[in-house]
């Protein structure tokens, strides 16, 4: 139904400005009220949050199995996936009928995704996920991101869920935090299975668990329970293990920085070593245990270095 308009006039446009003649007579050009009105939508505010809260002005419902939200088209806009639904210009049924329904979601998720979209504010409540985990909790929420589009989101999920890997990484530094066990094991293992065992995506993710096991890998490679996940997860076991071998691009932490090497003898600086154009005899045995605390592979300078450390059989005589 068409809005009415007053006889003798004619309803203003959405491109229409205002002019102003000043003293000086110069023009000022205003923006339309109604851009005005979405640039201030476009900004999280806590207020939002309240309007989300209580429902109050809503003019649009979204839906989640049993559950309803009273929404806002104009703040619902701030996120692609609502702003390309909502669209007159895309004819979709929700424009019309002011209603989506989400499937393949649980109501909690998206519970997190319209608090995200009212505050731009992320907190990661473990306590609501399924298996009260941090890790699960990052893994749900980065899908989310993913699949509305909101870049915004995956990268926060990502900054917290960094911030936690490296917190735990260097509490393990110290082998006596760990040994009466690692506490968050359960929660790290519950975030593995929710990365590789959900249809939505979540490779950044992924990565930055396989991290974390691989600075964990002392303290984790004789613990039933993670030995049963690497069963149980055959994709995860795959990649886990080409962190350990050192395989380009699945390992963030430790990557050799291209100073060069100590000679293991003589403890001579040995520059950086070019495998296409090696200028000098360089002797290098590495450690056989991948899994060790540290690494125990040897870099020597010379033959005579080499043969100073190895034993009579394994010397290189010629």
């Known amino acids: 139904m068409s809005a009415p308009t007053t006889s003798g006039s004619s309803a203003t446009s959405l491109s229409t400005s205002i002019s102003h003649e000043n003293d000086d007579n110069n023009i000022v050009q205003l923006p339309p009220v109604n851009n005005v009105g979405l640039e201030v939508f476009k900004r999280p505010t806590q207020a939002d949050l309240g309007l989300l809260e209580t429902g109050v002005f809503s003019d649009f419902t979204v839906v989640c199995g049993a559950k309803e939200w009273k929404t806002h088209r104009a703040i619902l806009n701030r996120c692609p996936y609502f702003e390309a639904a909502m669209s007159e210009r895309n004819g979709f049924k929700e424009c019309q009928e002011h209603k989506i329904i989400l499937e393949g979601f ?18 990661i409540d473990e306590d609501e996920t399924p298996s009260k985990s941090f890790f699960e909790g990052c893994v749900l929420l980065w899908g989310i991101g993913d699949y509305f589009r909101l870049e915004g989101l995956c990268q926060e999920v990502l900054n917290q869920l960094s911030q936690r890997c490296m917190k735990y990484s260097i509490i393990t530094t110290r082998v006596r935090s760990v040994a009466n066990g ?5 929660d790290l293992e519950a975030g593995i299975r929710a990365a590789w065992g959900q249809d939505r995506a979540a490779g950044p993710v992924q990565a930055r668990l396989i ?5 964990l890998t002392p303290y984790i490679r004789d613990l039933e329970s993670f030995i049963a996940l690497l069963a149980e997860i055959p994709d ?26 100590i000679c293991w003898a003589c403890r001579t600086h040995i520059p950086k070593i070019d495998l296409q154009n090696l200028q000098t005899d360089v002797f290098y045995i590495p450690d056989p245990l991948l899994a060790s605390f540290r690494s125990n592979s040897q870099i020597l300078c010379s033959r005579e270095c080499y ?10 005589l010629d």
Not at 108 to 121: D, H, M, V
Not at 182 to 186: A, T, V, W
Not at 238 to 260: E, H, M, P, V
Request: proline share 2%; with cysteine; aromatic share 18%.
């Open 307 to 316: 043969n100073r450390v190895m034993d009579i059989e394994w010397q290189h």
């Open 106 to 123: 649980e109501e909690y998720e998206i519970s997190w995704l319209l608090q995200y979209i009212y505050s731009g504010e992320l907190i």
């Open 211 to 215: 991290n974390l096991c691989f600075v």
């Open 182 to 186: 690692i506490s968050f094991l359960p």
């Open 236 to 261: 995860f076991s795959n990649r886990f293990l080409k962190a350990i071998l050192g395989c380009r691009g699945d390992t963030l932490f430790y990557q050799a920085d291209g100073s060069g090497h």
